[in-house]
Structure formats: structure tokens, C-alpha cells
């Protein structure tokens, strides 16, 4: 590796930087309300916990958002820095694997932000919706040991196929009770 890269590596490393080349990603022409789009918007402070998280209000719609608000990267357990560096290896083509050598991760870790950053760093994050289906997500992940009550019991404890079942039949009413009152 050339000596220029590990300057620019090390540059990165800095998470005002880091921070910075987002906002630049993200709002090139200057921050912009993620809500009602408008560009009235005033500094609101900083994050709590990452001093360089530039919290913002919107004068338009009132809102609040910070930097990462509403993106792939808000609320993920690995830090920005993480996320730009994965970013800076794929730019020299490194592969999943050594990307995860290099920032000391799993290797499926690796993966998924790869696979997120080919959308782009600052990709808007996918709307979730979590209600009763969870729940039923849950059963359905049971369900598939259908045939194998063994392994049931193995993954429930001491509840077993009983319980399982009767998991299922409360999912089922749920799931049911859930469309009639919608
Ligand atoms: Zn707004």
C-alpha cells in the first residue's frame, strides 16, 4: 500500500471528518430537512453520545434530525469511522473477506454493510413496520422445525412441542384478531 493511502486512511480515521464527508454526501448543497425538505434550517447542538452527530430543527415543519437521521447508518452498532473505512476498501476493491480481516469483523457483518453501501452511504434507510407480526415472524421461525420436535425442545428448554403449539394457536388468534380490528 502506498504511503499516500495510509495518509488518507488515517485522515478518515478522524470521525469530525467522517461526519463531514456524510453531510457532504448527503446534503451537497447544504442541509436540508429530511421531513418537509426545506432549507431552514438552524444547528440544534450536538449528539449525546458522538460529539461530531450534528443535531439540526427544521424553522419549516419544526422537526429535529441530526446528520444521520433516516439513513442506513442511524442507530447501527458499528461507528461511522467502521462504516468509511468498509466504504474506502471497496473503492480499492478489496473483497468482503479482507475487508473484515483489515476491520477486524465477521465476516456476513461485512456483507451486509457492502451490500447496503453499493446503495450509497447516506442511502435512505427502508420504512419498518413492526406490530403483531413479529411475533408471528417468531412462530414461523418454530414452525420450521415442524417434523424435528427434538429440536424444538432443544431451542425451547423445557417448553416443548406442547408449548410450541400452543405459541402457534395464540399467533394464530393474535394474527386473526389483529385483522378484525384493523
Ligand atoms: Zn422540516
Wanted: glycine letters at 10%; hydrophobic letters at 40%.
Amino acid at each position: 500500500m502506498a504511503a499516500s493511502d495510509l495518509l488518507n486512511l488515517s485522515g478518515l480515521l478522524d470521525d469530525a471528518k467522517c461526519f463531514a464527508l456524510v453531510r457532504q454526501h448527503r446534503w451537497p448543497e447544504g442541509v436540508r430537512c429530511p421531513v418537509c425538505d426545506s432549507g431552514a434550517v438552524i444547528r440544534d447542538g450536538h449528539d449525546d453520545t458522538q460529539f461530531y452527530r450534528q443535531r439540526y430543527r427544521c424553522k419549516a415543519c419544526a422537526g429535529r434530525f441530526d446528520d444521520l437521521t433516516g439513513t442506513l447508518l442511524a442507530g447501527h452498532h458499528q461507528p461511522l469511522r467502521v462504516w468509511v473505512l468498509c466504504l474506502y476498501f471497496m473503492g480499492l476493491n478489496l473483497s468482503n473477506r479482507q475487508i473484515a480481516g483489515e476491520l477486524d469483523l465477521d465476516g456476513s457483518d461485512v456483507q451486509t454493510m457492502t451490500e447496503q453501501l453499493r446503495c450509497g452511504l447516506v442511502a435512505k434507510a427502508p420504512e419498518v413496520t413492526l406490530k403483531g407480526e413479529v411475533e408471528v415472524d417468531e412462530v414461523y421461525v418454530v414452525a420450521g422445525h415442524k417434523g424435528q420436535p427434538a429440536a424444538v425442545a432443544k431451542r425451547g428448554g423445557s417448553d416443548g412441542v406442547a408449548s410450541w403449539q400452543a405459541r402457534r394457536a395464540a399467533a394464530r388468534w393474535r394474527r386473526t384478531s389483529h385483522r378484525s380490528s384493523a
